[in-house]
């Protein structure tokens, strides 16, 4: 479906609620289905397709398991599989899935004893995965590509003959899921000590059952990217000050940029603060998923960035730096990449546009939900493929018309400008 969107008609002020944490969610099920829970909810379609899994039991007859767009599903059941005696399945996904790159993670557990097979390109799945007792030992990996390939080494290793330990080389992506990760075991009985580069895992006392929610703070991104643009008044319920997710840290960020953060209680009030930085500086190597907010923010309220560590982002849902680069050139605003694609940069130089935006999603849930509030700079853009969002937040849109926004059909004609 696609969405033409227009701007709340009053100063915005609103409370939303946003989904629960799925990197939460997702190591809470792959760690309690091997403490012996069978049994998994999920809330959006990445848990919702992980939930489904488990809950069937992973194949012993080399059936297929089906992930779909789910890419931390991808990277989770790709370790579970290969470490889980007597599991025999192909492992495979959308299109998309299939040319996202898996051998960094494929290569470690085949170093643990793993048996699997490419049955397509090199390096990418489809997998064939046929399940067996791993080694454990010592492994180094290469963490520059995905937190994901560490943590999914992380929580398998109680089903490892031995204690575990890894070395993570390069600079690493995303480290505080990798800390994520570390804590949620130490909570489930597991001894994990975890240095910069190297982490090492016992689980010989077994690991136990638990339960960790918080509202996540990816989702949250999207609300202080529009109170930003909005200059208006956003409480979001059931954000955690002290969160085990790294994104926390966007509230820091957004504080140079128009919105400042206060805690009441269980809430997160957004506040606007006419007060703006000139340049914004930014290392979001432990942040990836803030960068579209972050990016189209900026280009609204006209604030010229320079974000380093996004280099990941090439291999997400999308390459989503050529589609920042492509969709905000429909603004106006020309982007440019440095050091081989790692860094994005906006010097602040615009071009004139003649037509309406309609943007492209991509399939790509951040890029749709990030795209979104340039209607209140541009009133009657249109969202492509709006439907993407239910990838991790599937009551986005009715949540925006909550807070006062429009959607309407792109056919219907744009309404007449008073004179």
Known sequence: MDYRIFPPEEILETSVTVPPSKSIAARAMILNHMAGRREFVGDCDDTVVLAAILNAGLPSDGSSVNVGHAGTAMRFLTALCAATAGTDCLLEGSERMHNRPIGHLVGVLRTLGADIEYVGKEGFPPLRIR?????GGSVEIDATESSQYVSALMMV???????LTIRLLGNVQSMPYITM???????RGAV???NRDRIEIDCSAGIKEGDESEADWSAATFWYEIAAVAAGWVTVGGLAEDSLQGDRKVAEIFSHIGVNTEFNGSDAELVPDPDLYGFLNADLTDMPDTVPALAVTCCLIGVPFRFTGVGALHDKECDRIEALRSELAKLGCMLDTENYGTTLVWDGRRVPVTAMPEFDTYGDHRMAMALAPVSVFVPGIVVRNAEVVAKSYPGFWTQLESAGFRLADPSDPLPEIEQ
């Not at 290793?157 to 204690?163: I, K, M, R, V, W």
């Not at 990760?181 to 130490?186: G, L, Y």
């Open 131 to 135: 399940g067996r007792k791993l080694a």
């Open 157 to 163: 290793s109680p089903l490892l003959e031995a204690p």
């Open 181 to 187: 990760t570390a804590e949620m075991m130490s909570r």
């Open 192 to 194: 994990v000590d975890f």
